[in-house]
């Protein structure tokens, strides 16, 4: 009778959300003799009226159970009083033009500053909150000409990954006719003269295919200043390789233009180089066997230096000479930690080493010899030391997961740091504590992970806990600082970061063992790291909450799908959730040399099935509460994928749990393109834990670190 009446709960608890139903069909797909049922094909057709209608009522069916959680009032509250800070990029100049990000606090995008000197008077540049009632057009690159007369900026809608670039004066802040399209991932190199630039286009895409067509043909085109985009030459192009994607960068010395060149099938890239005295503009392929990923540092003359993994899986610096290219001479040698970047300012090299995932920073000559460490203020991620090779002081920023990114001044010649701006935010970081652990792996493989909480903390197994991974692409996912993070653990949550297989951690070896076929070791990983969190009772499965965006979402997808037993709540966002078809859309066919591709062969194909979390969906099974999240504009992953696993999930539901689709409108692959929807977003993903984690949320929640603000020191 006991388990008759649980029986009746649960069918209770389950027909408690009406789901509306999805358009669907009768599609199967046969993959090698293996016949794979498709049933919510129809969503792929975003623009119809069906799906439509589709999205809008589950947008609704969300809205009435998100806003329907009392506690949501109050962390939207708080978000937004934690949020207001002046806060401010790091500086970068040309000559003595100094530029750098601002924002006021709750104002949607950060504003472009500049000022005459280090000790000038501000004033703004480009300001994109002004070019859109909504606040939804982004600021993008910018770059300033070599005479710093012109900034040449790109600006970004709805979220979405196209950019349209303009050419602003920097005397009189007005826009010149200047104004190119259909870039997307592009940077800018301005020619020595500043009379123009190098950037990166796609053709314009055919009807209905802005946000949802993949992509090929990318050129390098040169623009001068002042001819329409119509006048625009192609730089560097090759009809024969449609899937190579560019980037140029023109050296400082303003004599090459550097040409990087990826494509879909290699996780490696060449480099070329073109003479600009040369008037043919011919391109000479330097490092063109595509054998090891090689990123340009700096020259001298002929001789250039490159950071690679050729022989090299935890990366070092070698020089090339333009004169006897077939030799590449290590300046800087592999080392125990892979190095994470390379800058060259004031005549020396700054090395980013990756200690068990957080920031060591050396110094070396441009002879490569070792000269000292940056001193940096914990366990942590610095970033910045840019600039050029004359300067004596340049920037950096050093954050940690409950340390607030704070900018710093470096002496290039003595080697001091000084706080240059530190932001006065109403947290205190002293009330908090990461702490760095190691976890095996199902293989035996030893794994970093950092876990944050208040001090004081009971580790009795009842504390809500997300748990965050992203394992994939070559990406370290490093400490850094968040209010939304911060709001999260100032209401006694814990947060946790594993650094899984896939990512650049430990080098490219990290990274090839949770690739392609071996993509199963980066969620054996974190569901290795999840039972650990359970083990030494930070946590419990009702308690525990999965998180990951992108890469991450599809890591979401999958360990739910594999161990729906292990979790209390799933936060899958803008996932690839449909595995077997992700290169048919936008950008998909470049991640081939990443994942696979389920055309590209027998083998692909196989493993892809075994983990595409839409594939892998069980009906009957009991999936914990799950918020999935995607965005009307993303044309990155499309957001298609994020449709069909809901559907199917939601169809599939064997318990009582919420199967809910938060679909953001007028925003792109970061979900939420201006701070008021980030701020919507983290309500609703704070208010669905705290209802389906059963959190209660502390006494006075978050007043006393409210009541804090970090002094301001420097400037």
Not at 19 to 44: I, K, N, Q, S
Not at 217 to 225: E, V
Not at 370 to 386: C, I, M, N, Q, W
Not at 701 to 710: E, S, V
Request: glycine share 8%; net charge negative.
């Amino acid at each position: 009778m006991r388990l008759l009446a649980a029986s009746a709960l649960l069918a209770t608890a389950a027909s408690a959300l009406s789901y509306p139903p999805a358009p669907h069909d009768g599609t199967v797909d046969t993959y090698y003799g293996t016949a794979v049922a498709d049933p919510y094909r129809p969503l792929e057709s975003t623009e119809a009226p069906a799906t439509q209608q589709w999205v809008e009522a589950e947008s609704n069916l969300t809205r009435s159970y998100l806003d329907a959680i009392p506690q949501r009032a109050t962390i939207k509250a708080h978000l937004k009083s934690l949020l207001n800070f002046e806060n401010f990029g790091l500086p970068f100049h040309i000559r003595n033009q100094f530029f750098y990000l601002h924002t006021t606090g709750l104002q949607n995008q950060w504003a472009l500053y500049t000022m005459q000197g280090l000790r000038g008077t501000p004033r703004v540049l480009i300001d994109p909150n002004l070019m859109s009632k909504d606040g939804s057009v982004t600021l993008g690159s910018s770059e300033p000409s070599w005479n710093a007369r012109l900034v040449a900026y790109s600006t970004q809608t709805s979220g979405s990954d196209w950019q349209t670039w303009h050419v602003r004066s920097i005397a009189d802040g007005n826009d010149l006719p200047d104004k190119l399209e259909w870039s997307k991932f592009s940077d800018l190199a301005w020619l020595p003269d500043s009379s123009g630039f190098l950037y990166e286009r796609y053709p314009t895409p055919k009807a209905n295919q802005t946000y949802k067509g993949a992509l090929s043909d990318q050129a390098i085109y040169l623009h001068r200043i002042g001819d329409p985009e119509s006048a625009d030459q192609r730089f560097y192009y090759r009809p024969d390789h449609t899937n190579w994607i560019y980037n140029a960068t023109v050296t400082e010395d303003g004599r090459y233009a550097v040409i990087a060149v990826s494509s879909s099938d290699s996780i490696n890239n060449r480099i070329g180089y073109v003479d600009l005295h040369d008037p043919k503009r011919t391109l000479h392929e330097l490092l063109w066997k595509n054998d090891a990923q090689w990123a340009y540092v700096t020259n001298s003359g002929p001789r250039f230096s490159f950071l690679t993994t050729l022989g090299a899986p935890n990366w070092r610096v070698v020089t090339v000479d333009l004169r006897n290219p077939e030799v590449a001479t290590t300046l800087i040698p592999e080392a125990k930690w892979a190095i994470q970047d390379v800058s060259d300012v004031g005549r020396r090299l700054f090395v980013n080493y990756l200690v068990d995932a957080h920031s060591a920073v050396k110094v070396y000559d441009e002879a490569g010899r070792y000269e000292r460490d940056v001193p940096l203020p914990g366990v942590g991620s610095a970033a910045g030391f840019v600039g050029f090779r004359n300067d004596r002081i340049t920037f950096y920023s050093y954050a940690g997961w409950t340390t607030p990114s704070t900018s710093y001044t470096y002496n290039v010649t003595n080697g001091q740091s000084a706080v240059y701006r530190r932001p006065r935010i109403k947290f205190d970081p002293s009330n908090y504590v990461s702490e760095e652990a190691f976890y095996r792996s199902k293989d035996g493989t030893r794994v970093p992970m950092m876990v944050s909480y208040r001090k004081g903390t009971a580790l009795d197994g009842n504390n809500p806990t997300i748990l965050y991974g992203y394992g994939g692409f070559d990406i370290a996912i490093t400490p850094r600082f968040s209010s939304f993070i911060a709001t999260w653990l100032q209401m006694g949550g814990v947060y946790a970061v594993a650094n899984l297989r896939g990512g650049s951690e430990y080098g490219e070896s990290w990274h090839e063992a949770g690739m392609m076929g071996k993509k199963q070791n980066v969620f054996d990983d974190f569901i290795a790291a999840a039972e650990y969190l359970i083990a030494n009772h930070y946590t419990s499965t009702p308690h525990l909450a999965i998180k990951g965006e992108s890469n991450g979402g599809l890591l979401i997808g999958a360990v739910e799908t594999q161990r729906p037993d292990l979790f209390g709540a799933a936060l899958p966002g803008v996932g690839v959730m449909d595995i077997l078809r992700f290169d048919k859309f936008t950008i998909g066919n470049f991640w081939a040399s990443e994942l696979g591709c389920s055309s590209c062969g027998k083998a692909d194909f196989e493993w892809l099935y075994k983990y595409s979390p839409y594939a892998n969906v069980r009906a009957g099974t009991v999936y914990p509460p799950t918020l999935i999240m995607t965005s009307d504009h993303d044309d990155r992953v499309f957001p298609a994928h994020s449709f069909k696993f809901a559907a199917r999930m939601q169809a599939a539901q064997g318990g009582p749990a919420p199967i809910l689709l938060r679909v953001q409108l007028k925003a792109g692959h970061a979900e939420s393109t201006t701070l008021a929807e980030n701020i919507d977003l983290y309500s609703d993903i704070y208010t669905f834990l705290v209802k389906n984690l059963n959190m209660r949320l502390p006494e006075g929640f978050g007043a006393r670190d409210l009541m804090h603000r970090t002094p301001e020191t420097g400037h």
